[in-house]
């Protein structure tokens, strides 16, 4: 499986931007794809996850400002970031059930 990930940039607070992993290669076997974000200086977190179902679920710091979605028809995955914080800025990393992952996307937020 093969991840590529984009959308990232530089955004002021309060701005929104959208991420995309498109998927390619054996994603049969895939269960779940996830976003993980890295800030500097820091461990790598998880911020959001959706199930081959459709099922999403947000880490605390996002919920409400991020939005997981998944089109099938282009194994492609979203993340809808709105409301962008300072802290927000990281390397963001999607992920196929944290087996494959993506080579990282940018996103800096300035206040």
């Known amino acids: 499986v093969q991840l590529q990930a984009s959308g990232g940039g530089l955004v002021q607070a309060g701005g929104s931007l959208r991420l995309s992993c498109a998927s390619s290669g054996s994603t049969f076997s895939i269960d779940y794809m996830g976003w993980y974000r890295q800030a500097p200086g820091k461990q790598r977190m998880w911020v959001a996850s959706?199930?081959?179902?459709?099922?999403?679920n947000y880490a605390d710091s996002v919920k409400g400002r991020f939005t997981i979605s998944r089109d099938n028809a282009k194994n492609t995955v979203y993340l809808q970031m709105n409301s962008l914080k300072p802290e927000d800025t990281a390397v963001y990393y999607c992920?196929?059930?944290?087996?494959?992952w993506g080579q990282g996307t940018l996103v800096t937020v300035s206040s």
């Open positions: 992920t196929a059930s944290a087996r494959y």
């Open positions: 959706i199930s081959s179902g459709g099922v999403a």
